[in-house]
Structures are given as structure tokens and as C-alpha cells.
């Protein structure tokens, strides 16, 4: 079966500083795996997604994530953080018929 | 293209009655799923249909918990009775069938009192 450990519920950085969010996934077939944004009171809106293409995936926003088989990890990358990413981001792997199995989900704050 | 959408946004019930959500996927997307997304945590697949059959309903509640896309397109997820525990955002998603991507609608936020 699939799943999907975001490591830290929280984490916070300064405008222009490193964004890093973790995500590490088990799956028992070539994944197919996805980060996804949620702002305050709205859906889902999808970053970026890793389908055994490329390992360096680029997503819009400036965010990139990298699929690391060897350490079962899709972690969630951006140079500078902007006010504008504070939001809480969700890592997902595709799971039977297409579902997605979301992780419990990151909370990035921006500081000035 | 229009997106998907969903209505109420917002909905506050009492325990042990009743709720229906609304949801018309992206024109031409053929699986619709429905999401239950407790505060916390990440969103948790309901039911998923394809057209107007269903593929997977194994987390459904299907004591309380009832949905239907009768024409393939439009689907409605009802609660009947509510209960505290059902509180969360029930978001819908549609996917196209050659694609992965699933793309969501604003959600439904539900308050069980």
C-alpha cells in the first residue's frame, strides 16, 4: 500500500531565504507523486508532479522538487521564499485507479 | 476553462440532520472524486467515480454517507444523519483520462454543532 510522512507540520522562513519541505513516500510500484498548494480557504491547486520522467521536476511559482528513489523522497524546493508562499503544501502519491494518498501536510509561514 | 465547482461553501448543521453537496466537475473530465479533509490533516478519497459508475467507495461511511452521479457529469455527496466527527471540508475533484493531474474545487466547509 501507498503513503506518504511530510516531516514537520510547521516550517517557518525568511522572505528570501531557502524554502526546503520534506516529503518522503512508501510505495510498492513506480510512484507517481505530487505537491500540491492550499491557500486559506480555497481547493487544492497542484505545484508540480513526478511521472518517471525527469528526477528534477519543475512546478510553477518557482518551485522544484527532486524524486530520489534510492531514499524515497520527493522533498519540495524554492531559492527564496515570498510572502506569497505562505500556505499549507500537501505531498501526494498516486495510489489504486488514480486516488491520491495526501501526506498530512506542511504549514509554511514567510517572515519579512 | 471554467474550473470545478462546488456549492455551499459553507454549511452549519446540527447533529443527526441531514446535508447535500454539490459538485460539476471540468467539462470533459470523465472521474470525479470526493475528498473528506478533517482540520489537520491531509484530504482522504471518499468515493471516486468513472462516468457514472463507481470505482472505489471502500473509506465511505456508507451507513451515513451517500453519493451519485446519475449522467456522468454532476455529483452530489449527502450525510444523513450528520454526526460531530463529520466536520471538515468535503472537496471534489475531477481528472481528465489521459492525464494524472486532479484538479479541485474550492470545497465545501461543513460544521456539525
Known amino acids: 500500500a501507498q503513503s506518504v510522512t511530510q516531516l514537520g507540520s510547521h516550517v517557518s522562513v525568511s522572505e528570501g531565504a531557502l524554502v526546503l519541505l520534506r516529503c518522503n513516500y512508501s510505495?510498492?510500484?513506480?510512484?507517481?507523486l505530487f505537491w500540491y498548494v492550499q491557500y486559506p480557504n480555497q481547493g487544492l491547486q497542484l505545484l508540480l508532479k513526478y511521472t518517471s520522467a525527469a528526477t528534477l521536476v519543475k512546478g510553477i511559482n518557482g518551485f522544484e522538487a527532486e524524486f530520489k528513489k534510492s531514499e524515497t523522497s520527493f522533498h519540495l524546493t524554492k531559492p527564496s521564499a515570498h510572502m506569497s508562499d505562505a500556505a499549507e503544501y500537501f505531498c501526494?502519491?498516486?495510489?489504486?485507479?488514480?486516488?491520491?494518498?495526501f501526506g498530512a501536510g506542511t504549514r509554511l509561514a514567510v517572515h519579512p | 476553462e471554467a474550473g470545478v465547482a462546488q456549492s455551499p461553501r459553507y454549511k452549519i448543521i446540527e447533529k443527526r440532520q441531514s446535508v447535500a453537496f454539490w459538485c460539476n466537475p471540468i467539462?470533459?473530465?470523465?472521474?470525479l472524486y470526493w475528498y473528506q479533509q478533517i482540520l489537520g490533516q491531509g484530504p482522504k478519497l471518499l468515493i471516486q467515480f468513472q462516468n457514472n459508475g463507481v470505482v472505489d467507495d471502500s473509506q465511505l461511511p456508507k451507513d451515513r454517507f451517500s453519493a451519485e452521479r446519475l449522467k456522468g457529469v454532476d455529483s452530489t455527496l449527502k450525510i444523513q444523519p450528520a454526526k460531530l466527527e463529520d466536520s471538515a471540508v468535503y472537496l471534489c475533484a475531477s481528472r481528465l483520462d489521459s492525464t494524472y493531474e486532479q484538479y479541485f474545487g474550492p470545497g465545501t466547509r461543513l460544521t456539525v454543532t
Open positions: 510505495s510498492s510500484v513506480p510512484p507517481y
Open positions: 467539462s470533459g473530465h470523465a472521474t
Open positions: 501526494a502519491v498516486s495510489g489504486g485507479y488514480n486516488k491520491l494518498i
